[in-house]
């Protein structure tokens, strides 16, 4: 385990400051914010707190309301909103400066068996067989706006292994493409823990990296990146459907059916390395053209 891991696991070891309060930090973001998927993730295990520990997450839904603040602390307030026999739910509203940032409502549920089917998994290439981000990125230096991107997009990449399996948005700039895209993730390195939680909250943290992508595959734009697109997470939602693990590869085939407005839509599903399905992701956001 490098130590970019070991401090994302420290940030989503929220501080308890009083019965149903948690307070979280930031990691520096590749924009002026705070990074969605670390609140989500946060907010997350902010409920998660105050579950029994037999009952698993099974879905959140979630908005983003204002733009966080990176130096200053997050924090976490949990509305036990019910505790039944089988589903308890929680309400996290994550605060800064006095005002909300962020809203989340989970769901958690104790195991039971029922019906079980899915879809096939969509073919993909071995994920051994990609390049890493830091073998990968110098190629595009030249694309991005700021030469320094490239060193700071490693960097995020530097706890969580992702690589494309598809052409990224940066390498397509210009060219609209089928709005669809496929990356591999996993931690970089083996976690000691088995907790559900742990892990559904890293699938989180990762979910909000890449959803975004085939709304600007299918109109050629690079992104924030490349400076040809402004956006920003409006909602999130996702449905946990069977067990994983996530410092295993885990397949995130993501499209986007709808882009209109001033917002962009993106869905997805992370498949396990042999075949499960084991999350439904859906988001939209704001994906604006710069005016000249």
């Known amino acids: 385990m490098n130590q970019a891991l070991t401090t994302l696991l420290d940030l989503l070891d929220l501080e308890q400051i009083e019965e149903n309060i948690f307070r979280g930090t930031s990691r520096p973001s590749l924009v002026p914010r705070v990074f969605g998927g670390q609140v989500a993730a946060q907010a997350l295990v902010a409920a998660g707190r105050t579950v029994p520990a037999d009952r698993i997450a099974h879905s959140l839904h979630s908005y983003f309301l204002r733009t ?44 039971e068996d029922g019906l ?6 969509p073919s993909a290439p071995d994920p051994e067989s990609l390049p890493t981000a830091a073998e990968s990125l110098p190629a595009y230096r030249e694309i991005f706006r700021d030469p320094g991107t490239v060193e700071r997009l490693i960097e995020t990449r530097e706890a969580v292994d992702l690589r494309y399996a598809t052409t990224p948005p940066w390498g397509s700039v210009g060219e609209p493409v089928e709005p669809r895209s496929q990356v591999w993730f996993r931690t970089a390195g083996k976690l000691d823990s088995a907790d559900p939680l742990l892990h559904t909250c890293l699938a989180t943290y990762v979910s909000d990296m890449t959803l975004l992508d085939s709304v600007l595959l299918a109109h050629g734009r690079g992104g924030w990146a490349v400076g040809d697109v402004v956006g920003a997470s409006l909602d999130h939602a996702m449905w946990f459907h ?5 410092d295993e590869w885990l397949l995130y085939d993501q499209e986007s059916p709808s882009a209109a407005a001033g917002r962009g839509l993106g869905q997805a599903r992370i498949w396990t390395q042999d075949g499960r399905l084991a999350v439904t992701v859906i988001q939209e956001g704001v994906v604006r053209v710069p005016r000249a």
């Open 116 to 121: 079980d089917h899915q879809v096939a998994m």
């Open 68 to 111: 966080g603040d990176t130096s200053a602390p997050i924090v976490y307030s949990v509305d036990r909103i019910r505790d039944g026999r089988s589903f308890t739910t929680r309400r996290v509203v994550a605060v800064q400066h006095g005002q909300p940032i962020f809203h989340l409502s989970a769901s958690f549920q104790t195991y």
């Open 242 to 246: 069977r067990p994983f693990r996530a």
